[in-house]
Each structure stands twice: as C-alpha cells, then as structure tokens.
C-alpha cells in the first residue's frame, strides 16, 4: 500500500496516492515508514503535523537526518500557521522570457538564467533555471533587500561540504516571472554566494510552474509556459520529495532513476551507482562544488556513456559522488544527474500536468562555445 501510494504521488495522481497511503495508516498506524512518508502527500497542514509528531514520537533508533528533516518540517509548517504559500495572484495563459546563457572560461555552458520580479518593489533578480532544484534558494544579501520575511530555521540536506546546512526559511510578499505572479513565497536562503563572479544570486526550480506545459529552449536561449494540451509525445517523469527523476541507462543496460538537472553543469553518477558497472574505471578526485563547499569524496570515472531518449554523454571522464543521503532521504535510489553536458543542445518540454519530458529540434554538434 506504501509503495503504490508514494508512486501515484509522484505521478501527479495525489487523490489516488492519499487513498492508498491511508489504507496504509489503517493497516499499521504505528509504521514509521508509513507515519513519514504518509505525512509527504498529506491533504492538510495540520493532518501532515499529526502524522509527523506521531513518527517522531517513535523515532527512538531513527535516522538522526531523517528525524531531523522532520522536526524541522514541523517547526516550518507551526511558524507559518494559517498562512497560506505559493498564493497565485496572476497566471497568464502564455509566458515567454528569454534564458541568458553562462559560460565557464573554457567556453563550456555552466546553466541558464532568468530574471524574476521579488518583493513588494519587484527589483529583478538572476536565478538559475534549475529543474534539479526542490524550489527557491537565494543568498541573504539579495532576500535582505526584497522584504524577505524570516519564518524558521531548518537543516538543508544535500550540496557540498557535510551535506547539512543550516538555513533560514521565509516568505517574499511577491513573486513575479513575466506575468506569472505569486503572494507569500516561500524561500531558502544562504549567506554563501552561489556563484562567485555574482552572474546569478539564487536558483528556481519548476515545481510552481504546475499546471503549465513549460518550454526550456536552450539552444535559443527562451522560456516559454503555457497551458496548451499535450499530446502523448515525451516519456514519463516522477517528482519525489520535490525532485524530477527520469529513467536513464548507463552503457545501455545499468538502469537507474536519474535527476534531470538544468542545474548541473556535468552528468554525474552515484559512486554506488558506478561501482556496480563492470566496466566503470575509477580515477584521480573530482572538483566538484555543491550548495556549502566542495564534495571532498567526488571522483572520476572512466569507461561509462550515460544515455537518455536518444542523448548520450560524450565526456571520456564522468564524476561520481556520493548521493547515499539525499537517496536516503528521498526513499529512493538515486543513481545520479542528468546535467547540461547531455541536455544542454536540447529543446526540452515538460509537461507538469501529465509528468511527461519529451524533447525537440536535437542539435547533434557539439556546444558552440
């Protein structure tokens, strides 16, 4: 019952998915797996304080993160009260803004960005297009002048250094992409610059785009939303725990769920993941920077093409890290990124309402840059 529940979920079916993971509480409600992971697609503020407190009641002999993640949940969701998130105030039937394109020094493309509107004088500022991204990151500085709102702290779990960061979470009175405008939303912010020549000072996620049919032009440089039906093109992708996953292989037959990540400049594997292909080589460490420091443990790895709906790595060398804790976390295996090296020649359309990614007007070349 857990397992059908949390995959309706992710599939954008939450009525279906609460069905299944209430069954799943009537059949054992002292279930820590069932009390947690239940409380993720929970129908109300309060059902999902319910269900969290009971799971932490019990959580004697509990992952210490996983505890943690729930606590912190809790204090969010008591902080914010009555409070409503992510309001929408205008939702346009077409939006279309243009991506500026970043490049390393090496001419390689690193990511995508986009300005937004924030705070009541809607001064613009540069995010990174992130589908990898679980929502709205931003460093303090820049919150501090949109009339950022402070509501709680929480551990970040994920990026570089130990994985866990502590962070404070608020809310922006407006938030405006092109028309598209939001009240109360909701934000995690750092005082680490996430990039250090300052070309963008935060990152975006997809995951308010719901409802939206949303065009990623990264060969032209454009964003573009709207609600026109989708047709049965593209295949199917799932969002857990704010995550987008697609199925991809490694060398054709390791199959695994993979992070389609805008956000990365580099396809990436699981060091678990590449350890269990025969052919994988493992070499010298890997520079790898995430959200709070550097992955001390990356490392690169040789004799591995990652391939996805016809796009296929072309680096002789791919990094590896360890995603044990974000797999963890998750309840999912997560096998490693897709990032801008296999995506970024690509027209990508992702349809929120169905969970479908499909591609279009492939550009073989190589990255112009």
């Avoid at 947690?36 to 969290?52: H, K």
């Avoid at 000072?201 to 308010?208: A, D, E, H, P, T």
């Avoid at 995506?343 to 992702?350: A, T």
Wanted: glycine residues 12%.
């Amino acid at each position: 019952l857990l397992l059908p529940g949390r995959l309706r979920s992710a599939q954008g079916r939450p009525v279906e998915g609460r069905e299944f993971l209430q069954r799943a509480l009537s059949a054992a409600p002292r279930d820590r797996d069932v009390l947690f992971w239940a409380a993720e697609a929970a129908a109300t503020r309060a059902e999902t304080i319910d269900l969290l407190e009971r799971f932490l009641a019990s959580a004697e002999g509990e992952d210490p993160d996983r505890a943690e993640a729930a606590r912190g949940t809790v204090r969010m969701l008591r902080e914010l009260g009555e409070r409503e998130i992510w309001v929408p105030e205008s939702r346009p039937a077409r939006v279309e803004l243009p991506l500026r394109r970043l490049r390393a020094g090496d001419g390689r493309t690193i990511g995508f960005v986009v300005k937004v509107g924030l705070g009541e004088s809607g001064k613009p500022v540069r995010l990174l297009l992130d589908t990898g991204s679980s929502g709205l990151f931003l460093v303090d500085r820049i919150a501090n002048k949109r009339d950022f709102v402070p509501v709680t702290r929480e551990t970040f779990f994920g990026g570089g250094g130990d994985q866990r960061h502590l962070s404070l979470r608020g809310l922006f009175g407006l938030f405006d992409l092109g028309g598209l405008r939001f009240s109360n939303a909701l934000a995690t912010t750092t005082e680490q610059e996430f990039e250090e020549r300052g070309r963008f000072q935060g990152v975006l996620g997809i995951q308010i785009f719901e409802g939206y049919r949303v065009t990623i032009d990264l060969k032209r440089g454009r964003l573009v939303l709207d609600q026109e039906p989708f047709g049965p093109e593209g295949v199917p992708y799932w969002t857990v725990s704010g995550q987008m996953l697609v199925r991809a292989a490694a060398n054709e037959t390791h199959r695994g769920l993979f992070l389609f990540d805008t956000g990365a400049t580099s396809t990436l594997l699981s060091a678990t993941f590449a350890a269990g292909i025969e052919e994988a080589r493992f070499h010298e460490p890997a520079q790898i920077v995430g959200f709070g420091g550097r992955r001390e443990e990356a490392r690169y790895v040789g004799g591995v093409k990652v391939g996805f709906e016809g796009l296929t790595s072309t680096a002789t060398q791919l990094p590896t890290i360890d995603l044990e804790l974000r797999s963890r976390l998750t309840g999912v295996a997560i096998s490693g990124y897709l990032g801008l090296d296999l995506l970024g020649r690509s027209c990508i359309r992702v349809d929120t309402r169905p969970r479908r990614v499909s591609f279009s007007e492939r550009d073989p070349s190589p990255d112009p840059g």
